[in-house]
Structures are given as structure tokens and as C-alpha cells.
């Protein structure tokens, strides 16, 4: 059974950064393009950041450009979102995806909370 399974969220101040993780088992993951959700209090869920699966082309939501750093280790079926000058604006749960032309698979997510 597909599992992906996020971490590295938690609380931390203005300005402070994170590096969130997601390991995927039981994927064929070098074949998915992975992607990081936000879903913050009273709203769906945003696309944040995405990676492909060979050539990792990388895209970011515009709120996020020069702060965070989507990447991945398809060695160790993980991929990563480093978070860098955080804002309060940032806060919510972070959910990974793994996505391919013929399936996709959530993660549970992480909570993030940027908060002094």
C-alpha cells in the first residue's frame, strides 16, 4: 500500500525556517512528480511547490519564491521543502503529494505554525 508519510513541521518564530520531509513507500518514486499543499485555517488547499520526477524541473507559488526550496532524493524515495524566512502567513498543514499520469497519492500532513 502506497504511504507517504510528512515531517518537520512544528512552531517557530517569524523569520526562523523549517525543512519539511515526505518518505514514500511503496512507490515506483522516481516516476511522480512530487508537490507540497498548504491548507491554513478556513481555506482549501494552495500549491506551494512541485517538483518532476527525472529532469526536477522546480515551480513555486509566487508568495513563496526566494523563501522556500523544493528538492528531492529519489535514492531515499523522499522529497524535500526547505523553508526559509518565514512568515505568519505561512502557517498551516503542509501536505505532500505524489502525482503521475495514472494515480496520486496524499500525504497526512505536517503542522506548521509561524507564530512569536
Known amino acids: 500500500q502506497v504511504k507517504l508519510v510528512e515531517s518537520g513541521g512544528g512552531l517557530v518564530p517569524p523569520g526562523g525556517s523549517l525543512r519539511l520531509s515526505c518518505v514514500a513507500s511503496?512507490?515506483?518514486?522516481?516516476?511522480?512528480?512530487m508537490n507540497w499543499y498548504r491548507q491554513s485555517p478556513g481555506r482549501g488547499r494552495m500549491l506551494v511547490a512541485s517538483i518532476g520526477d527525472s529532469n526536477s524541473a522546480t515551480t513555486y507559488e509566487d508568495s513563496v519564491k526566494g523563501r522556500f526550496t523544493i528538492s528531492r532524493d529519489n535514492d531515499n524515495n523522499t522529497v524535500f521543502l526547505q523553508m526559509n524566512s518565514l512568515k505568519t502567513e505561512d502557517t498551516g498543514v503542509y501536505y505532500c503529494?505524489?502525482?503521475?499520469?495514472?494515480?496520486?497519492?496524499w500525504g497526512q500532513g505536517t503542522q506548521v505554525t509561524v507564530s512569536s
Open positions: 511503496d512507490l515506483s518514486f522516481s516516476t511522480y512528480g
Open positions: 503529494q505524489a502525482v503521475r499520469w495514472d494515480s496520486r497519492y
